[in-house]
């Protein structure tokens, strides 16, 4: 089998087609063929010293007594070869002088780097900015105080963690350092990555070889505040961020518990028939033999035709994986045993486990090809859970971890093993080049609170410094605070990556007979088992993370190709404002993609009037506040708003850039699952308000392969230019391959806009091609199936302008909250007699737009006129009402539901006050 499994590598090694800064080196099974070596034209050698120009700001700075220089691959640089920036260099009075066109290096001659010059005082390395800018000066040894961080291996143990590597740098959890990374980007306008720790590979970066053989190496990033052209020069040199599967994209599922084959079909089940999307279902360490934590064999107990198991959740459209504790190594009682003993030569004849190792090649290529390859079929990818610390397997420890190793072998497996799928691991963070292996995974939530959900945003969008944008959380809640459950998944339907888990927090002693689950260290995960005021928010969430497929793959792509997270800190967009750098572990705001910013709420509600306040800035430029559609003016020079508002627990906090346009697709009732990996069918564009014209790519492929690396994708492009009575949008695709859709239907959203008097397609009138949607204000067009090989134009017209509808959708939902809420103790105004009744007539306005928008447009052009003065009568009856307590217990359950039965504060009167007082027309 040793012999097969050789012959398997050395027979599958191919070039890709590389960008175009790659010259391309050995083979390799990363995901591409980098190559290590720099070009002679871009190296200067000094005596001991040697500097290689990567980019006009980048600067690799090695110093090696032997004046043998490391040219391998190490874990975190794959990829010296760059085109050869233009620079100039000098020796003059002992002193060598690099510059380029935005840094200049200086050197003195026969120094180490952290040697004193002569005179005491100088260091003598220094570099310098050519041009004016954020960068000024940086010298070897040099504190920076403003790096802007980066992440660490997981939250296991920890709970709100410090993410300063000086601070954290003793830490351990279960024998393993945290492996803490400063930030590539810092308001001092530099960072330094020190290559020297990591370990060098062998060609191709396939094994490891040994320790960096230089005595210093260095490479500064001198970029200023252009903090994304620092992530997207380390990525051209420490490898890009793969494109990981489309259906990671969607929603997860796992639970620590003894399913069976029936119970994962159950748990399916529940998720179509509350019509709930569901892309990946992952199983937990109950799904092998339980001789130990680790295991790579079905428990046939549990699973007696895995086939049946796994091969139904394949042929429904989800996507699978499994835990594993590699630790342990192969017990005696695994199906493979005999193959492994014999693949690796290992003493078999006592049935004694063969130990785990990720320094012996033969053990691990043997692992995955023959242990793994005996249940590929069913699993699809891997969780790779707890490794008991730093140096099992046979590491050195450090740098030389099985946390960052076995998330390499995992994900360059497929390339490896002649597959033509992604490599895709759920796994913790190994230092830096751990971006080329995602997603991460955090750990075990410590504990379940408020603070622990608002340090998750900060961690994630901080981890972006270091390229690592997809960190996957566990999300879950306690049982005994369903606000706070429903808080943690609407920020994962806006994180990295969606997945609920439950670490078996629902089962044993959280377990009470005949009653619900109590406690804040039990957990919930399942949503349906939550009254209807939390299910169905949450219910809204992951329909809005299936929808935003499209745009979520957009970033997907921008990570590949810039090195851009998906999760992203306002700074990247904003360095030179100070508000940008507000976010804290305590609260945080963020770019999702390149058009939306969240501020997620963290925590809890007002008791009474279940409202939570949050203070958020805006940036400048126009932004629609898409929970009360309303447009933000701001100065497109100036320093941008703050917003303090109170926000239902319906609502998520989110901003699109004015002008913006964010592709979807349609989630359809009755078909939820798997529908992230499928192909775009038909495409959705909203388009939002605050600019005359707008656009947006839309990248699409297969989706699975790596085919894009060849060129096998397709970009849709939309475009849409306004006048004031006016739209014309149109959208084309360019590229191809094998799955993209020959022909699909387009619609398209116009959010803030009245009903059109007219609408063409490619030149045609419809008249039954629109709908409008009051509640929202949006026009919602759709076209026929059209050939995706043409261009498709969409021409509107209009009668009027939208200026009197900004703010309106926020005042016809809090109208409805407000009246549904006093509807629950019979106290609305006119809800018993002919005396007011403001509200309950405004609450309806919304929904009757929907009618007269096409059906009485005289009616709807008054009902528009007259909300502002109609919303304030609302308020003013409402104000006048007294307040209505509802501290009875009884009436809480019957208001609010059962559990959880918490005594409560709750005032009706006051709430529906609230609702009302946030809204400004």
């Known amino acids: 089998m040793t012999g097969v499994v050789i012959a398997v590598l050395s027979g599958i090694l191919s070039h890709d087609v590389s960008p175009p800064y790659l010259t391309p080196g050995p083979p390799s099974y990363e995901l591409m063929d980098y190559n290590p070596v720099a070009s002679d034209t871009a190296v200067v050698t000094a005596g001991s010293a040697r500097f290689t120009v990567l980019t006009s700001r980048m600067i690799r700075m090695e110093y090696s007594s032997t004046k043998t220089f490391e040219d391998r691959p190490t874990l975190a640089i794959l990829n010296r070869n760059l085109p050869t920036p233009s620079f100039t260099h000098e020796i003059a009075n002992g002193i060598l002088t690099i510059t380029t066109t935005a840094i200049k290096l200086s050197y003195t001659l026969a120094l180490k780097f952290d040697e004193q010059d002569v005179s005491g005082f100088s260091t003598p390395l220094i570099v310098t900015n050519v041009t004016p800018g954020a960068f000024t000066e940086w010298h070897y040894g040099k504190a920076d105080p403003d790096n802007l961080l980066g992440t660490i291996k997981s939250l296991d143990q920890l709970g709100v963690e410090p993410l300063n590597c000086t601070e954290n740098n003793s830490t351990r959890v279960h024998g393993e350092s945290l492996h803490c990374a400063w930030g590539l980007v810092s308001r001092s ?41 620092a992530l997207k020069e380390f990525s051209m ?172 072998i995992r994900v360059t497996d497929p390339k490896r093993q002649g597959k033509s799928k992604r490599g895709l691991v759920l796994a913790r963070w190994g230092g830096i080049g751990a971006h080329r292996y995602q997603v991460g995974f955090s750990g075990d939530v410590n504990p379940m609170s408020w603070d622990t959900l608002a340090y998750q945003p900060y961690f994630s969008l901080t981890a972006s410094n270091v390229l690592y944008g997809y960190w996957s959380h566990d999300i879950e809640g306690p049982a005994d605070d369903h606000e706070m459950y429903t808080r943690w998944v609407q920020w994962a339907a806006f994180s990295g990556v969606l997945r609920s888990h439950d670490r078996g927090m629902s089962g044993g002693s959280c377990a009470k007979s005949g009653g619900p689950l109590m406690g804040s260290s039990c957990s919930i995960v399942r949503i349906w088992e939550t009254p209807d005021q939390f299910y169905e928010p949450m219910r809204e969430a992951l329909l809005l993370r299936a929808k935003m497929v499209p745009y979520i793959y957009n970033a997907v792509r921008a990570s590949h190709t810039d090195g851009l997270g998906l999760v992203r800190p306002m700074y990247y967009e904003y360095p030179e404002l100070d508000d940008a750098y507000n976010s804290t572990p305590a609260a945080a705001q963020y770019f999702f993609g390149e058009d939306l910013f969240v501020a997620p709420v963290t925590t809890p509600s007002n008791a009474t009037t279940l409202l939570a306040s949050t203070n958020i800035w805006v940036p400048p430029g126009t932004w629609y506040d898409l929970t009360f559609g309303q447009l933000i003016e701001n100065s497109g020079d100036g320093s941008g708003s703050w917003l303090s508002r109170d926000w239902d627990l319906t609502e998520i906090p989110r901003f699109v850039r004015g002008g913006a346009v964010i592709p979807m697709i349609p989630v359809a009732l009755g078909d939820t699952i798997g529908v992230a ?83 063409k397609v490619n030149g045609v009138a419809c008249t039954n091609c629109w709908t409008y949607d009051g509640p929202e204000l949006t026009v919602s067009i759709t076209t026929e199936t059209l050939p995706t090989s043409t261009v498709c134009t969409i021409q509107v017209t209009f009668s009027s302008a939208a200026t009197e509808l900004s703010g309106l959708k926020g005042a016809f939902a809090r109208a409805n909250l407000a009246k549904k809420n006093l509807d629950m103790t019979r106290s609305t105004p006119g809800s018993h007699n002919t005396q007011g009744g403001i509200l309950s007539r405004f609450s309806s306005v919304g929904d009757g737009l929907s009618y007269s928008a096409s059906s009485a447009r005289t009616d709807y052009d008054a009902a528009v006129s007259s909300a502002p003065t109609e919303y304030a009568a609302a308020v003013a009856e409402i104000n006048s009402m007294k307040g209505v307590s509802t501290s009875d217990e009884r009436l809480r359950a019957l208001v609010d539901g059962p559990p959880p039965p918490v005594p409560s504060a709750l005032n009706r009167v006051a709430r529906a006050q609230a609702l009302l007082a946030s809204v400004k027309l």
């Open 237 to 408: 040199i420490s490898g890009s961020v793969p494109m990981f599967p489309r259906y990671a994209l969607g929603v997860w599922y796992t639970r620590w518990y003894d399913y069976n084959n029936l119970d994962v079909k159950e748990v399916v089940n529940r998720y179509r028939e509350h019509n709930l999307p569901l892309d990946v279902y992952v199983t937990d360490m109950n799904w092998h033999k339980k001789d130990n934590w680790g295991g790579y064999t079905f428990d046939p107990n549990l699973y007696p035709y895995p086939q049946d198991t796994f091969g139904w959740l394949h042929s429904i459209g989800l996507h699978t994986a499994a835990n594993l504790h590699d630790a342990n190594g192969i017990g005696s009682y695994e199906t493979m045993y005999g193959a492994m003993c014999k693949a690796t030569g290992a003493d078999c004849s006592q049935n004694k486990s063969i130990q785990f190792s990720i320094v012996n090649k033969t053990y691990v290529y043997a692992l995955e090809d023959i242990v793994l390859g005996a249940v590929d079929e069913e699993l699809d990818f891997y969780w790779i859970d707890w490794q008991q610390g730093g140096t099992q397997g046979g590491a050195a420890g450090g740098t030389q971890n099985p946390t960052i190793w076995t998330n390499k």
């Open 677 to 759: 990996a499928r192909q775009y069918t038909d495409l959705t564009f909203s388009i939002f308000p605050g600019a005359a014209s707008g656009s947006c790519d839309v990248y699409e492929d297969d989706g699975n392969s790596r085919a894009y690396l060849t060129g096998a994708f397709a970009t849709t492009t939309a475009t849409f230019t306004s006048t004031e009575t006016s739209l014309t949008f149109t959208v084309s695709s360019n590229g191809t391959y094998k799955e993209f859709p020959s022909s699909r239907p387009y619609t398209i959203l116009l959010v803030l806009q009245p009903p059109p008097t007219e609408v």
């Open 189 to 229: 306008g530099w960072a330094v990555v020190d290559d020297k720790p990591n370990w060098a590979l062998t060609e191709g970066a396939e094994w490891w070889d040994s320790v960096n053989s230089d005595d210093q190496d260095l490479y500064i990033l001198a970029h200023g505040h252009d903090y994304k052209g």
